[in-house]
């Protein structure tokens, strides 16, 4: 297929049809909003339904509606309009049901929200982070194949880079997997005497003199949640550590600026190599153990107070130091055009790490 040039938003919304997705639900939010208008201007053409919800918390709820029938559906917002569906989006995976999330985020304040979650109960969210367009594409593909795997919610974690900027993308078709759908609210076991429910209280009636179990419900989840974790592998860009004395963690969009810095300064003699995750959740503990197993010190870069620094440090787990490189850095709108993704501003910080 012939490759393309298209920009972030565009791609992703042509990747999500391409997946399968066929109802989409949100509230325009910068830089969310350019998504939400390629959905709107898309779906019609594959019979799928998109609706400009009056708020995210009516575009959550349209969300769950839709993928309890077992459509292929996905929402999404910034970080800020996240946080109004965190209540929802606990519902959601505690009643197992599929469902793409994208968080065009401002900056990467939202990792916290994104791999620990803001709801209630015992419950996490797969999550993906791509470093540029095409990557994103093929994550996206994979999101709607994850969701409906393990009945849980993925989200993808995009920026205003990610969304506004123009790449060549070729798109193949996703491979896609028949997955069972025996659990989704059809309407045809309705008067049966079988019919269905899907709650995040769980599948069990209520019945004349009898209630239901709440635990066993909730020990389902966790056992479910617990083999999720364990069949999903975590996935990392690795590059540059063979005799490295500092290894840079980083994700998304700054991930490709840290790589160039890497990659500039490997040619300059310095042994410094990076690892960049892209499965946020389940982290690659092992990846990152790994790859900073011979480094003198470890350096980890966000734009943010440092947030991702505690996983790397868990995988580390002690052996070598941890130094934050990062920090919050924005433009006067706080969208997240950060000027110290600059590759010299980040080799300087990574050869002051070397000092160290």
């Not at 939010?29 to 939400?36: A, I, K, N, Q, R």
């Not at 929802?88 to 995976?93: C, D, F, K, P, Y």
């Not at 635990?215 to 617990?226: D, E, F, G, L, P």
């Amino acid at each position: 297929m012939t490759a393309r040039l298209l920009e972030g938003s565009e791609a992703i919304a042509e990747a999500m049809i391409g997946a399968g997705c066929r109802f989409f639900a949100g509230y325009p939010m910068t830089p969310f909003t350019e998504v939400l208008e390629h959905m709107a201007r898309l779906l019609p053409g594959v019979d799928g339904v998109c609706m400009n919800a009056e708020s995210e918390l009516e575009a959550i709820g349209m969300a769950w509606g839709a993928a309890a029938t077992g459509t292929p559906a996905a929402t999404g917002s910034t970080g800020q309009g996240l946080s109004l569906m965190q209540e929802s989006l606990a519902e959601i995976t505690l009643a197992r049901l599929p469902l793409v999330v994208l968080n065009m985020a401002r900056a990467q304040g939202d990792y916290f929200q994104a791999t620990r979650g803001g709801g209630h109960g015992d419950y996490r969210h797969i999550v993906l982070a791509p470093i540029d367009v095409p990557e994103a594409v093929e994550l996206v593909s994979l999101a709607f194949d994850l969701t409906f795997r393990w009945r849980n919610p993925v989200l993808v974690f995009g920026d205003y880079y990610l969304a506004h900027t123009a790449q060549s993308v070729d798109f193949r078709p996703p491979a896609r997997a028949d997955h069972d759908l025996g659990w989704a609210l059809d309407g045809r076991s309705g008067g049966s005497g079988q019919a269905k429910l899907v709650s995040p209280l769980g599948g069990f009636k209520r019945k004349d003199q009898s209630g239901y179990n709440l635990a066993t419900h909730y020990a389902s989840c966790a056992a479910a949640t617990a083999e999720m974790v364990a069949g999903v592998t975590p996935l990392a860009d690795v590059g540059f550590i063979d005799h490295a004395e500092v290894v840079v963690v980083a994700f998304g969009t700054p991930g490709r600026y840290v790589r160039a810095a890497v990659r500039a300064l490997r040619a300059d003699g310095v042994p410094v190599g990076y690892v960049r995750p892209v499965t946020l959740f389940p982290f690659p503990s092992e990846a990152v153990a790994r790859a900073c197993e011979g480094a003198r010190r470890v350096a980890v870069y966000e734009n943010n107070q440092g947030q991702m620094i505690d996983d790397v440090r868990l995988a580390v787990l002690g052996r070598s130091p941890v130094d934050f490189i990062g920090g919050l850095s924005l433009d006067s709108s706080g969208f997240g055009i950060a000027p110290d993704l600059d590759v010299q501003v980040l080799r300087a910080r990574i050869e002051e790490v070397f000092t160290k």
